[in-house]
Nanobody, 123 residues
Framework: VQLQASGGGLVQAGGSLRLSCAAS??????NNWNWHRQAPGKQRELV?????????NYVDSVKGRFTISRDNAKNTVSLQMNSLKPEDTAVYYC??????????????????WGQGTLVTVSS
């Protein structure tokens, strides 16, 4: 399973960006999608997550500004980011928790990370 993230870029404070991430490779069922970010000099943090059933969670700093959504048929996830602030500047990573059944009918689970996409918010 490979993940390809896109949509990062440079935006002024108050602007919007939409990040997308698509899974490819083996036909898997993705249970949880997550977006993480890592700002310069800081630890990576979980920004938003969405379950297969559509339940979402957000870090407090982005609540009301970011929206995570997914398309189960296409194995994609998006992160709509509005009212961006300079402190949102970071490399954003998508992450997928997936599973499939092997030839023996046993479940195989795994986790894959995307390559990261840079979001820069200027003041």
């Amino acid at each position: 399973v490979q993940l390809q993230a896109s949509g990062g870029g440079l935006v002024q404070a108050g602007g919007s960006l939409r990040l997308s991430c698509a899974a490819s490779g083996r036909d898997v069922s993705i249970n949880n999608w997550n977006w993480h970010r890592q700002a310069p000099g800081k630890q990576r943090e979980l920004v938003a997550g969405i379950t297969r059933g559509g339940s979402t969670n957000y870090v407090d700093s982005v609540k009301g500004r970011f929206t995570i959504s997914r398309d189960n048929a296409k194995n994609t996830v998006s992160l709509q980011m509005n009212s961006l602030k300079p402190e949102d500047t970071a490399v954003y990573y998508c992450e997928a928790d997936w599973m499939y059944y092997n030839d023996n009918g046993s479940p195989v689970v795994g986790r894959t990370w995307g390559q990261g996409t840079l979001v820069t918010v200027s003041s």
